[in-house]
């Protein structure tokens, strides 16, 4: 399945309100989404295959969600059924089943799931050998007196719960495993023999996983409903950046991290570079921005601009935020521009641009 960039854009732009500001000498695209309840958002999820093939896995997660909502279920339940779609998909490289593995080859999933009504939350970090953590996540939950397990607690804990043990590292996600290992360092033994060979030329497989391998992705979704009622919830989840030190812990399973839900107030998450997250609380502060009168837009802007002030150069790494409010507004704003993300209300699903703080130069 193709889905055409632009047609998803145009039909967003026709919901919207757009204007242009000018942040510092960087011009954005401000866009005033009309509320609407209920409504989901989500990372957009973007795969693209070696053969070209591409989708968004984020309307699919968002389809799911919504269809839930409409049919009365709980919050939680839709946006975890909406990502399950993604955990369960071995194309997605960033999420769940195919999630590229840490440097030992290993895949280790984080996630958390927040439940605006009762205001509660779980969490699951460095999870190994299942591929559905927000579903052990909503267990930690609903069934310890906890919110984080993590590791080989958390593999026990979701054992114990009926969960099958399974290797998540597929086929694509060893070989790209593997070409990092002999890529990445020209001081160890990994990679070609020293000994003088005629080079073939590269194929298009290779080129592909040469492009991942220097992107080194951070993927992961997360994923925001709101009901009719005005009940919020939200779950991300994710394998975490490619190729990390075992035992790595991004922004994704932390509360006030990678996901915050307040029922008075809304609901945020974040995509990207977990480090810089953590550090600043990204969406608890996107949350509590929300709660002191900003937009879902200049809540994320602003907890944007608090990351980028520690770098007074330009930062070389991407971070997004989502936010929904108790309203219905909602936006997606990253540190730089070219990202995405997901959208699915009563309009129908739609891929609309974030809201950007810097302009990628262009490629020469
Ligand atoms: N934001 C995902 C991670 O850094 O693990």
Redesign the pocket.
Known sequence: MTISRRTFIKASALATVGARISEGRTPVTIRQPVAQRPVVISSSNHVRLEDGTDYYNGIRATKKAFQLLLEGKDTLDAVIAGVNIVEDDPNDISVGYGGLPNEQGEVEL?CSVMHGPTGRAGAVAALKYVKNPSRVAKLVMEHTDHVMLVGEGALRFALAYGFQKQNLLTERSRKIWLAWLEQHSDRDDWGPSQVPIIPEPESAEQRWIRQIIAERP?G?INCLALNEKGDLSGVTT?S??AFKLPGRV???PLIGA?LYVDNQIGAAG?????EE?IRTCGAHTVVENMRHGMSPLEACLDALKRIVHFYPGRPDFQVKFYAINKRGEYAGASIWSGAEFAVTDARGSRIEPCVYLYERPKKK
């Open positions: 984080d951070t992961t994710t975490g950046l991004g922004d994704s990678g974040s995509t990207g570079r977990g997250v």
